[in-house]
């Protein structure tokens, strides 16, 4: 939260936060900041977050921006595949949470879906494919239903996020997404060198010096 305060008061106008954040006196310094307050999407995932900015807060009658962190990850029975990210998954937990932020006088404006199982890995075999393409099919209609559950709570949401470089070809296809999220792409690293869905091209370049040489190899 530092860093986004910092990149909102050198001109930047319209920063999601990709976490939570438990930083008190940077919670204070935005609740008391009505230009921050409008310019930061805080991300939360449970009411302990939204407790803890109300305690931040202190007096400061604030109107937070908040979004919410959904799970995106793909279950098979009781196989796990992807990341552990938010404990918020089914449509009615996360339009619940979005209720409890609203009667609690935040702004709820958006949802985050982060689906490392098919963004973060390579084309390498078979199987991977094939999960890979389950669950881009199980998570467009869990998104789907999530949006319309918390939209019948809070009204239309400005931000429905998705995606990660590995994977914005699929989530750009969603009608639901309003906005994609690359993140190392950018750089391009070794690690896409295996997708077969798309060929990256790098954004940005940065270069290191070699300052020691750990084998003679």
Known sequence: LREAIWLA???????????????RAALSELAHDSALLERITLMIDSPAHLALIRDAAGTATARPRV???VDASLRLGPIHIGVRRSPLREPAAVSALARQALEQNFSVVGVMFYEAQIAGLPDTSRPIEWMKRASAKELSTRRQAVVDAVQSEVGELEIVNSGGTGSLEVSSADPAVTEVTAGSGLYTPTLFDRYRAFRPRPSLYFALSAVRKPTSK
């Open 9 to 23: 008061r050198s001109g930047a106008r319209d920063i999601l936060m990709g976490y939570p954040t438990a930083d």
């Open 67 to 69: 979004c919410l962190d």
